[in-house]
T-cell receptor
Framework: SQQGEEDPQALSIQEGENATMNCSYK?????LQWYRQNSGRGLVHLIL?????REKHSGRLRVTLDTSKKSSSLLITASRAADTASYFC????????????FGQGTTLQVKP | DTEVTQTPKHLVMGMTNKKSLKCEQH?????MYWYKQKAKKPPELMFV???????INESVPSRFSPECPNSSLLNLHLHALQPEDSALYLC???????????FGSGTRLTVV
């Protein structure tokens, strides 16, 4: 069974705009990660946020985590056509179980 | 070397065939994973190996048989598969602890 629900399922924006994707999960976590996938091939790790962190930045990416609401958001600023991809959140359950469980994903289209 | 290499990239097999998928990494990661991904769905965890021992089997049918010959290699042996097993099979590796996973580009399997 999948841990996370993502919202929206699909997002279409113009180049230069910001894109925000949300992720909710059900159980306690050790960390939450975001991945990008282009054209149904391998996933690329973007950023990891630990359960005791509230916000993290990496380049044009900003991730927030609210463990009381069991939710996270990924903000991509100043989007580019090359950001067009599917984005997944994934949760690593409490206790370092090694079970990284993926949410349903958001498909982002950035129009030039 | 910062890659996970999966071979073959594409595989078509009959329901009576036996085939193997191979995954290799030379990053010294002690955890390796097999995921299955159907079209427009998130990756689903199948198996986790930690220190070359199987630590998690997500109730995968016995027609899928994983093997970890050494710390750099992970195989997935396939036998008597069904057409519904057609999917993208992804291998990943990671250090143990709060780290992101490195994914291979996957093997696209078609069972006829």
């Amino acid at each position: 069974s999948q841990q996370g629900e993502e919202d929206p399922q699909a997002l279409s924006i113009q180049e230069g705009e910001n894109a925000t994707m949300n992720c909710s999960y059900k159980t306690s976590i050790n960390n939450l990660q975001w991945y990008r996938q282009n054209s149904g091939r391998g996933l690329v790790h973007l950023i990891l946020i630990r359960s005791n962190e509230r916000e993290k930045h990496s380049g044009r990416l900003r991730v927030t985590l609210d463990t009381s609401k069991k939710s996270s958001s990924l903000l991509i600023t100043a989007s580019r056509a090359a950001d067009t991809a599917s984005y997944f959140c994934a949760t690593d359950g409490a206790g370092n179980t090694g079970k990284l469980i993926f949410g349903q994903g958001t498909t982002l289209q950035v129009k030039p | 070397d910062t890659e996970v290499t999966q071979t073959p990239k594409h595989l078509v097999m009959g329901m009576t065939n036996k085939k193997s998928l191979k995954c290799e990494q030379h990053m010294g990661h002690r955890a390796m994973y097999w995921y299955k991904q159907k079209a427009k769905k998130p990756p689903e965890l199948m198996f986790v190996y930690s220190y070359e021992k199987l630590s998690i089997n997500e109730s995968v049918p016995s027609r899928f048989s994983p093997e970890c010959p050494n710390s750099s290699l992970l195989n997935l042996h396939l036998h008597a598969l069904q057409p519904e097993d057609s999917a993208l099979y992804l291998c990943a590796s990671s250090p143990l602890g709060d780290y992101g996973y490195t994914f291979g580009s996957g093997t696209r399997l078609t069972v006829v």
